[in-house]
């Protein structure tokens, strides 16, 4: 898997709290985390674009 930011390794990773072990892609190049909730969230955000807004020349 190439990671979005850099087009590195990702690797899959475990990752823990105090109460919570869970697993994502973390990259070996630029150290960028990929989960089920940061995928969802990005896919949120990008499904409710804003109005693109006209730029002001002079």
């Given at each position: 898997?190439g990671c979005?930011?850099?087009?590195?390794?990702?690797?899959?990773?475990?990752?823990?709290?105090?109460?919570?072990?869970?697993?994502?892609?973390?990259?070996?190049?630029?150290?960028?985390?990929?989960?089920?909730?940061?995928?969802?969230?990005?896919?949120?955000?990008?499904?409710?674009?804003?109005?693109?807004?006209?730029?002001a020349t002079?």
């Amino acid at each position: 898997m190439g990671c979005p930011k850099c087009n590195g390794l990702m690797m899959m990773e475990r990752f823990s709290d105090f109460f919570l072990i869970f697993y994502a892609w973390k990259c070996i190049n630029c150290g960028s985390i990929l989960d089920r909730t940061i995928c969802a969230n990005r896919r949120k955000s990008l499904a409710i674009e804003p109005q693109a807004q006209p730029v002001a020349t002079r």
